[in-house]
């Protein structure tokens, strides 16, 4: 018989941010975006993983931005994301409002921590600029058609990882002390090992 279970994973904003997931459990129970950001990763195991057990997928970014990297509504953002926590399973992919993270990793059962060294976010970010601008990204943050601004990029990932990750990781790390399953992937080889596990 299958437990029910959530997973939440979370990185830097090149990946960016959290991926979350609330699933049936299995051996795997992750799904992150990581792999969209560069033409290396273009294999997606976030829909993979969301296919597998019959479960809703979220891309917070889809609640986040409106086209033209124009904010949604506080208003409306909270609303969605209030709706889709109290769903019974899902897949949620993205960072998100830094005050909706607290109640992501309070339902997570299990939590991926993506948590490589800040120049390889730069480099992931940069891959998927490159991508994005040849017009080779498939998979696009949001469905967006226009990429972010790189300066604004760079700049988020700078500040997510020097504002935002030490409380990310004292939260993570308290989840895990309290039972929760947490998984810490620190390089591409920690990435792509896991990766295989979804295919």
Avoid at 58 to 77: A, C, K, N, V
Avoid at 95 to 114: F, M, Q, V, Y
């Amino acid at each position: 018989m299958q437990q029910q279970g959530n997973s939440f994973i979370t990185a830097p904003a090149s990946l960016p941010g959290f991926r979350q997931a609330r699933i049936v459990r299995s051996s795997s129970n992750v799904a992150y975006r990581h792999f969209r950001k560069c033409r290396r990763w273009e294999i997606h195991p976030r829909p993979k993983l969301s296919e597998r057990h019959a479960i809703p997928h979220f891309e917070i970014d889809r609640l986040l931005w409106q086209e033209g990297w124009i904010p949604t509504p506080i208003e409306t953002y909270v609303e969605q994301h209030e709706r889709i926590l109290s769903g019974e399973n899902w897949v949620i992919d993205g960072l998100g409002h830094k005050n909706s993270i607290p109640a992501r990793i309070d339902r997570a059962t299990e939590i991926i921590l993506i948590d490589m060294p800040l120049w390889m976010h730069f480099w992931f970010a940069a891959e998927r600029q490159i991508a994005w601008q040849s017009g080779k990204l498939e998979n696009t943050p949001g469905g967006l058609s226009a990429m972010p601004p790189t300066r604004d990029l760079f700049r988020t990932i700078w500040d997510i990882e020097q504002d935002w990750m030490p409380g990310i990781r004292r939260l993570c790390t308290e989840a895990h002390d309290a039972g929760k399953t947490l998984t810490r992937i620190g390089s591409v080889d920690e990435l792509d090992a896991f990766a295989q596990k979804l295919m």
